[in-house]
């Protein structure tokens, strides 16, 4: 199964973790430098919840943006 919200198609997201040394300039330092760079996935908060959409009652995988938007019906 995708980490993907059924609702809004939200998945992970690719970027970079930046690793820095040193002492920033405005700070009194000479500056930060780059140490290292490795690569990271930034995952979306998704919650499994019963909901009833379109008619049909089942559990799906939404975002937490979507349910504070309302988007979802909570199948009770």
């Known amino acids: 199964m995708a980490r993907?919200?059924?609702i809004?198609?939200?998945g992970p997201v690719f970027g970079s973790s930046i690793e820095r040394k040193g002492l920033a300039k405005k700070k009194?330092?000479?500056g930060q430098h780059i140490t290292g760079v490795s690569k990271r996935k930034f995952k979306p908060n998704?919650?499994?919840i019963k909901a009833n959409i379109k008619g049909n009652?089942?559990?799906y995988?939404?975002?937490t943006k979507?349910?504070?938007a309302g988007k979802v019906v909570k199948a009770v």
Request: hydrophobic content about 30%.
């Open 4 to 6: 993907t919200c059924e």
């Open 8 to 10: 809004c198609d939200k």
């Open 28 to 30: 009194g330092g000479i």
């Open 46 to 48: 998704l919650q499994r």
């Open 57 to 59: 009652i089942r559990f």
């Open 61 to 63: 995988n939404i975002c």
């Open 66 to 68: 979507c349910l504070k």
